[in-house]
């Protein structure tokens, strides 16, 4: 049989060193919106108002007053334009499909504040993904379905 043997290990102890106390983080909801090719991730945060898009605000960033209502549309809905702020980092497609992006990211982001809102968010549209993308050019043809032009003689 084998033989059981004591093996004393010696062990240092090692202080640690005080590091200041991690600050608070502000809560937040997050959630992703996509169209087309853009994708936009949004924090919506409940200490914060306004909105920001890559370190602009929302205003600057999407001049054309259409585009920004349609980004405030699902919180105009909700009536919380002022109790909540985001931030947002869209990138890729064009700033229609960004708008549209960021709305569906916030919608989501507010079903995640509040469960209660979805009913309503779904019934104004804000929480359907339009999944129409661009087709593929196929080979053997101009675009994704021109052909080439044909001649009889």
């Given at each position: ?79 919380i ?59 053997g ?13």
């Open positions: 049989m084998a033989e059981k043997k004591e093996i004393k290990v010696k062990t240092k102890k090692v202080k640690k060193t005080e590091q200041a106390p991690e600050p608070k983080k502000e809560r937040y909801f997050e959630a992703v919106g996509r169209r087309k090719t853009a994708v936009a991730r949004v924090r919506l945060y409940t200490k914060r108002t306004g909105i920001e898009v890559n370190n602009q605000d929302f205003q600057k960033y999407f001049p054309i007053l259409r585009l920004q209502k349609k980004i405030m549309a699902p919180l105009e809905k909700m009536k334009t002022n109790k909540l702020g985001a931030v947002v980092r869209v990138k890729g497609g064009g700033i229609n499909a960004q708008a549209e992006a960021i709305r569906l990211g916030i919608a989501r982001a507010l079903v995640k504040f509040n469960p209660d809102f979805r009913k309503r968010l779904r019934r104004a549209g804000y929480l359907t993904r339009d999944a129409r993308v661009v087709e593929r050019k196929k080979y043809l101009k675009k994704a379905r021109r052909a080439p032009q044909w001649q009889k003689r």
